[in-house]
């Protein structure tokens, strides 16, 4: 699976991103997608993470914030991100947990990366 993500930018403190990613490839099915992001000099994070049945898990910081979406059909996932805060700075990561067929183990697939900035 390939992910393309887009939608980073910079954008002041208060204001709101939408990020989107795109998966494309051979694939019989993407049970999971979410973003996870990293700031300078952390370790890699998780953001928020959901299913082909919907459910959705956020991190804390995430809570209340940002809301992730899904385009099942399109095989793309979006991350709406509200009231952006400057600590919210970040390369943020599309991922994907694929199979190749119905008995394949899970592939993990990550994205390129994409830049938010939160600054004033």
């Keep these: 699976v390939q992910l393309q993500a887009s939608g980073g930018g910079l954008v002041q403190p208060g204001g709101s991103l939408r990020l989107s990613c795109a998966a494309s490839g051979t694939f019989f099915s993407i049970n999971v997608m979410g973003w996870f992001r990293q700031a300078p000099g952390n370790e890699r994070e998780l953001v928020a993470t959901t ?8 991190a804390d910081s995430a809570k209340g914030r940002f809301t992730i979406s899904r385009d099942s059909a399109k095989n793309e996932v979006y991350l709406q991100m509200n009231s952006l ?8 990561y599309c991922h994907a947990t694929s199979r190749r067929a119905f008995f394949s183990p ?14 004033s």
Excluded at 86 to 92: G, K, L, Q, S
């Design 85 to 92: 805060k400057p600590e919210d700075t970040a390369v943020y």
């Design 51 to 58: 299913t082909t049945t919907g459910s959705t898990n956020y």
């Design 106 to 119: 899970p592939i993990n697939s990550w994205g390129q990366g994409t830049l938010v900035t939160v600054s």
